[in-house]
């Protein structure tokens, strides 16, 4: 597969990657080379993806607890002082193997170590092939509120390795579906079609399905790299996808929802309002509902629940003079951003996906 220009990067994919990797290390002769991965990783990739490596420079692997409970400053501090106990200079790259908390934190502890070393992401989740690791956003949650801390800064590549994901359990795999379903629903209906019906589904579907939500997403970023306008429809479910996320991640009494879980229901309620305000159609509201809760289980929400997660929403990173901004759907693939909706139609919307 051709590789694909992002913002002063480039994303690769296939056996490609790892000469392009070695090619890469050995043009620009870093001082010490930093593998960070979490238990999981460490265990299930980095052993494979050691043996790819060809360099004599010294590797040095730092391994970090999984679990989005773990994506905050603590463990960011605990990388620092690694890498500075183990003399990393601003000529060291750091390899970030992991799914999106690997690579959102391995990235923004780069990126602010010595004002920024080099690092290069290998997405090892679905997830985080087609949304964490492209695009530049790095960073860490704040308590139990999403990506309160960051920068923009880009990976000098990033290497897609499909094979990883035979690592994965199912959840997983669905977690990474709900972004890539998103995708489809705010750029491409044709590509929104080719996910609804995922049953036939081979690797080498997978792989080029891979490959055009990463495109999609790509095209976004680099028309708005600072998220001034059509970058923020990549957020289309994620107000309150979001919010409920950080509502289940510290409620003891519920199971903890994984990102693409939450985000499949933030999706449902988003096209609800988006039904009511923006005039998405009724048919394609149903039929977002229903490819949607065909892949994901449908959770239960109390008043209490909804009250909670509405307040957690006047965190979002998109709001602005006091206003909650949502992304909204006029149809498929026809996004409508710097909507402002109403709290009462967000109950109706917890309704409507409770039925």
């Given at each position: ?24 290390i ?6 010490k ?70 690579t959102?934190l ?17 997405p ?10 492209v ?40 977690s ?36 055009d ?8 970023v ?6 001034n ?29 994984l ?5 499949a ?20 509201l149903?039929?977002?509902k ?33 206003n ?13 951003i ?18």
């Amino acid at each position: 597969m051709k590789s694909i220009t992002s913002v002063n990067n480039i994303i690769v994919f296939g056996q490609e990657i790892y000469s392009q990797l070695n090619a890469y290390i050995k043009d620009n002769q870093p001082s010490k080379l930093f593998l960070l991965v979490d238990e999981h990783t460490q265990t299930h990739c980095a052993p494979y993806f050691l043996q790819q490596l060809e360099t004599d420079i010294s590797i040095e692997i730092i391994e970090i607890e999984a679990g989005e409970e773990h994506k905050n400053i603590t463990t960011c501090s605990g990388v620092w002082q690694t890498l500075s106990e183990l003399d990393a200079d601003r000529k060291s790259l750091m390899l970030n193997l992991g799914g999106g908390v690997v690579t959102d934190l391995g990235g923004f502890v780069a990126s602010t170590f010595k004002r920024g070393i080099s690092y290069i992401n290998i997405p090892t989740t679905l997830l985080a092939m087609v949304d964490a690791s492209v695009g530049g956003k790095t960073g860490v949650d704040l308590g139990n509120l999403k990506n309160q801390v960051g920068v923009i800064s880009n990976a000098e590549m990033v290497l897609i390795d499909v094979g990883y994901l035979a690592t994965l359990p199912q959840n997983e795999m669905k977690s990474g579906l709900a972004e890539m379903l998103k995708h489809g629903l705010i750029q491409d209906l044709l590509y929104w079609k080719k996910m609804s019906d995922l049953s036939q589904l081979s690797i080498t579907d997978l792989e080029q399905l891979i490959y055009d939500s990463v495109v999609i997403k790509n095209n976004v970023v680099k028309e708005d790299i600072n998220e001034n306008g059509i970058r923020k429809t990549l957020n289309f479910g994620h107000t309150l996808g979001h919010a409920i996320e950080s509502y289940f991640l510290t409620n003891t009494a519920k199971k903890k929802l994984l990102h693409g879980e939450a985000i499949a229901i933030g999706m449902i309620l988003a096209a609800y309002i988006s039904n009511k305000n923006t005039g998405l159609p009724k048919e394609e509201l149903t039929e977002i509902k229903t490819v949607l809760l065909q892949t994901f289980n449908k959770v239960n929400f109390d008043e209490k629940d909804i009250k909670e997660i509405i307040e957690l929403m006047k965190y979002d990173k998109k709001n602005s003079h006091g206003n909650i901004n949502f992304v909204l759907l006029e149809k498929i693939g026809q996004p409508k951003i710097d909507c402002i909706v109403t709290n009462n139609l967000i109950y109706e919307a917890f309704a409507f996906y409770a039925e």
